[in-house]
């Protein structure tokens, strides 16, 4: 409830989400095998300007053709349900794994309203941010239950759109009370980053290189 309420009267700068549409116009041009890095091509699309250019790795292009399915109107509509849906379970993550004495409640509205409403900008925007952070927590908690390829897994998956996040990966380097450093692991992990950043590339479309 408070999400919505939020959404509607916190004030920013944002009038459309023009994240998403970037991001549904670049699937959209792939589907008919233009470049989505092209920012032309997602004009074309449009049929007007387009706030931001695609810019994330070539792998992160197939994962958003499903949001191409449905009309961009209807497809912004699930984005925010995915994304509320989400907020609500990194919410409850955090207070199980990471802060159990903490007030749900004002938890709840930190995580809405806190670091000048960054979630409420999210949403507005329709950015990427919000599964990222999912992911990564996720990544965090398995961390701390000791489950080290899955921590891997999800650094991996939460890296492929801003690249930046695989720097977690060096935590598998730091011993703990069950497990020395994971040396092996940590050059798998940062193996299957290159490879899915770096091959379509090399080996797919002509854009993707």
Not at 61 to 68: A, D, H, I, R
Request: glycine content about 6%; overall charge positive.
């Amino acid at each position: 409830m408070l999400l919505f309420v939020a959404v509607r009267y916190v004030p920013t700068s944002a009038r459309r989400p023009w994240d998403f549409e970037t991001y549904w116009y670049a699937a959209t041009a792939s589907l008919q095998g233009a470049s989505p890095y092209d920012s032309e091509n997602l004009v074309r699309l449009a049929h007007r300007p387009v706030g931001m250019p695609f810019l994330y790795s070539p792998v992160t292009v197939p994962l958003l053709l499903p949001l191409t399915v449905l009309p961009i109107e209807r497809a912004e509509q699930v984005w925010f349900a995915l994304k509320a849906l989400l907020l609500a379970a990194l919410v409850f993550l955090w207070r199980r794994y990471f802060l159990p004495t903490t007030s749900l409640a004002l938890l709840g509205t930190a995580a809405i309203l806190g670091f000048n409403g960054a979630a409420v900008w999210d949403f507005r925007t329709g950015n990427v941010a919000i599964v990222e952070q999912a992911l990564l927590w996720s990544g965090f908690a398995a961390y701390i239950l000791e489950r080290r390829r899955l921590f891997a897994a999800c650094v991996v998956a939460a890296s492929l759109f801003k690249l930046l996040p695989i720097a977690f990966l060096t935590l598998l380097l730091v011993p703990s009370r069950q497990s020395g450093p994971r040396w092996r692991l940590f050059l798998v992990g940062m193996a299957c980053f290159v490879v899915l950043v770096f091959a379509p590339g090399l080996l797919g479309a002509p854009w993707a290189s």
